[in-house]
């Protein structure tokens, strides 16, 4: 018989303090702080990607630094406190069911040093996401080795595939979990815990279409452009949730392509893909295929294919893209277009993440300890 799990403990009572590897832009921290979890760290190697991270979490401390070289000890020195919970997605590109696959991708490794310092922080839980392909043949034993070093500690629940859609967004993406939670615990956790969380999915139009004709209100010194809702009447259930409280946001520059390309762009039935540049067409009534995230400039700076917006002969905003995603309008990305899908294509949803931990925290029992009320 487990004996009941004993959380690490702060002078106020059980702390709820995780760390974010890999963190990016932030959409797995997202999902954490909406389920009622204090990330006090977060540690990525990417100036760019993570250029807007401290905007978006004053109250995170973001270290530039490269994980594979990170130890437990320096993350509890740099943290200060006990650490309930370490998650992140190390890079996928190594992985990829899209790319090369190259197993001499030296990105493969860093998934063995995520479980490397859960291994040295002993945290009551951690959660690992990445790429459908890390469960191929090909890569299931990379997955399998970086996880034996803990095997022995926790009951871990994976590899598990997740859809962002059946958890309520308006996205299909998905996306290989691995979840372990120490074997002090009374029970571990199970998918059906998980799957409670499911919701129906949102559409496109649900997700977008209140911000059609959006008004512009220029450019800041920092260079991020800023735009105000003007659509009347009440918006869908899941745009009110994302809406800032003064309808403005950043991110929504228009792409303004030749004639020639907006007509063949315009003749793309919905749910169609364009023949030439393999964009697909977004359905108002329907979900967002998988955002990509294109490459940075030491891998040659190659955009990833964009959707089309569903009535207008053009590539989605950076702000629709975070809408579909299940990013706030309060979010922000980076001034320029490229890099900003860079970090949307890079993300985790923060719907789906935030299903997880609350999954997680209710396994945990830790609802009275963070001031909240069953759901």
């Given at each position: 018989?487990?004996?009941?799990?004993?959380?690490?403990?702060?002078?106020?009572?059980?702390?709820?303090?995780?760390?974010?590897?890999?963190?990016?832009?932030?959409?797995?921290?997202?999902?954490?702080?909406?389920?009622?979890?204090?990330?006090?760290?977060?540690?990525d190697i990417d100036a760019t990607l993570t250029s807007s991270f401290a905007l978006n979490f004053p109250n995170t401390r973001l270290y530039l630094r490269d994980v594979g070289k990170l130890t437990g000890s320096t993350i509890r020195e740099l943290v200060g406190?006990?650490?309930?919970?370490?998650?992140?997605?190390?890079?996928?590109?190594?992985?990829?069911?899209?790319?090369?696959?190259?197993?001499?991708?030296?990105?493969?490794?860093?998934?063995?040093?995520?479980?490397?310092?859960?291994?040295?922080?002993?945290?009551?839980?951690?959660?690992?996401?990445?790429?459908?392909?890390?469960?191929?043949?090909?890569?299931?034993?990379?997955?399998?080795?970086?996880?034996?070093?803990?095997?022995?500690?926790?009951?871990?629940?994976?590899?598990?595939?997740?859809?962002?859609?059946?958890?309520?967004?308006?996205?299909?993406?998905?996306?290989?979990?691995?979840?372990?939670?120490?074997?002090?615990?009374?029970?571990?956790?199970?998918?059906?815990?998980?799957?409670?969380?499911?919701?129906?999915?949102?559409?496109?139009?649900?997700?977008?279409?209140?911000?059609?004709?959006?008004?512009?209100?220029?450019?800041?010194?920092?260079?991020?452009?800023?735009?105000?809702?003007?659509?009347?009447?009440?918006?869908?259930?899941?745009?009110?949730?994302?809406?800032?409280?003064?309808?403005?946001?950043?991110?929504?520059?228009?792409?303004?392509?030749?004639?020639?390309?907006?007509?063949?762009?315009?003749?793309?039935?919905?749910?169609?893909?364009?023949?030439?540049?393999?964009?697909?067409?977004?359905?108002?009534?329907?979900?967002?295929?998988?955002?990509?995230?294109?490459?940075?400039?030491?891998?040659?700076?190659?955009?990833?294919?964009?959707?089309?917006?569903?009535?207008?002969?053009?590539?989605?905003?950076?702000?629709?893209?975070?809408?579909?995603?299940?990013?706030?309008?309060?979010?922000?990305?980076?001034?320029?277009?490229?890099?900003?899908?860079?970090?949307?294509g890079n993300s985790v949803s923060p719907i789906v993440a935030e299903a997880v931990f609350r999954a997680i925290r209710r396994k945990l029992g830790l609802d009275a300890a963070m001031g909240i009320a069953a759901e």
């Amino acid at each position: 018989m487990k004996t009941a799990l004993r959380l690490p403990q702060t002078q106020s009572g059980a702390a709820m303090t995780l760390v974010d590897l890999f963190c990016g832009c932030g959409g797995f921290s997202l999902g954490a702080h909406n389920a009622g979890f204090d990330v006090a760290a977060a540690f990525d190697i990417d100036a760019t990607l993570t250029s807007s991270f401290a905007l978006n979490f004053p109250n995170t401390r973001l270290y530039l630094r490269d994980v594979g070289k990170l130890t437990g000890s320096t993350i509890r020195e740099l943290v200060g406190k006990p650490i309930l919970g370490v998650f992140g997605g190390p890079p996928c590109q190594g992985f990829s069911d899209i790319g090369r696959r190259d197993t001499r991708d030296p990105r493969r490794k860093l998934l063995g040093h995520f479980f490397r310092i859960v291994s040295e922080l002993k945290p009551t839980f951690f959660v690992m996401e990445n790429v459908r392909g890390l469960v191929y043949e090909d890569a299931r034993g990379v997955l399998d080795t970086a996880i034996k070093p803990i095997a022995d500690q926790y009951d871990i629940l994976g590899p598990v595939i997740f859809d962002a859609a059946d958890f309520g967004a308006a996205t299909r993406r998905r996306r290989v979990f691995v979840i372990g939670i120490d074997k002090d615990a009374e029970s571990p956790l199970k998918l059906e815990d998980i799957r409670a969380f499911e919701r129906p999915a949102a559409t496109v139009k649900s997700a977008i279409a209140d911000l059609v004709e959006a008004e512009p209100l220029g450019i800041s010194e920092d260079e991020f452009d800023y735009w105000r809702i003007t659509k009347r009447g009440r918006p869908s259930e899941y745009a009110r949730l994302l809406r800032s409280d003064d309808g403005r946001f950043a991110g929504h520059r228009i792409v303004e392509h030749k004639a020639q390309v907006a007509k063949r762009f315009a003749s793309v039935a919905p749910g169609a893909t364009d023949p030439v540049g393999r964009h697909p067409r977004l359905a108002w009534d329907g979900q967002c295929p998988t955002l990509r995230a294109g490459t940075g400039a030491d891998k040659g700076s190659r955009q990833a294919v964009r959707p089309l917006h569903p009535e207008e002969p053009r590539v989605i905003t950076v702000r629709e893209a975070a809408r579909l995603q299940g990013f706030p309008d309060r979010h922000m990305f980076h001034p320029t277009i490229w890099h900003s899908f860079r970090m949307i294509g890079n993300s985790v949803s923060p719907i789906v993440a935030e299903a997880v931990f609350r999954a997680i925290r209710r396994k945990l029992g830790l609802d009275a300890a963070m001031g909240i009320a069953a759901e």
